[in-house]
């Protein structure tokens, strides 16, 4: 069930997040100065969260593995939501301070799974 259960998750999130990174949500999201950039690294470090335990638990990757396509996914999706922005809509733009910001919540996430898989091992 549980691995099930993550695949849907994953899915889910990742359908909710490319949706709410296509539609018009300024002045939806309290004022925070580049409040966006710590959105950004906030759904990346989940997303990539969601997709490790995916590819660890249901897939059944090695946990290297694992962290590497979880990694290649955050990456490839934050990538392509930025180039779909200025391609798609009117009133996103497309962003190099987006994906850097994506990227640094996917690092931390893995960064947090790296440090896990150590103290386990311990």
Do not use: C
């Not at 950039?37 to 990539?48: E, N, P, S, V």
């Not at 590819?55 to 930025?82: D, P, Q, R, V």
């Not at 922005?85 to 947090?112: C, F, H, K, P």
């Amino acid at each position: 069930m549980l691995k099930k259960g993550l695949v849907v998750v994953s899915s889910f999130y990742s359908l909710a997040l490319a949706i709410l990174s296509l539609i018009n949500i300024n002045g939806k999201l309290p004022p925070i100065k580049n409040s966006d950039k710590l959105y950004h690294a906030i759904a990346y470090f989940i997303f990539t969260g969601l997709w490790y335990f995916t590819f660890y638990f249901t897939f059944e990757f090695k946990k290297n593995k694992a962290l590497a396509f979880a990694f290649i996914a955050s990456a490839s999706f934050g990538i392509i939501i930025e180039i779909l922005q200025g391609i798609l809509t009117e009133n996103r733009e497309s962003d190099v301070y987006d994906v850097i910001a994506n990227t640094v919540g996917t690092i931390l996430a893995l960064l947090m799974m790296i440090i896990i898989k150590k103290r386990d091992v311990k």
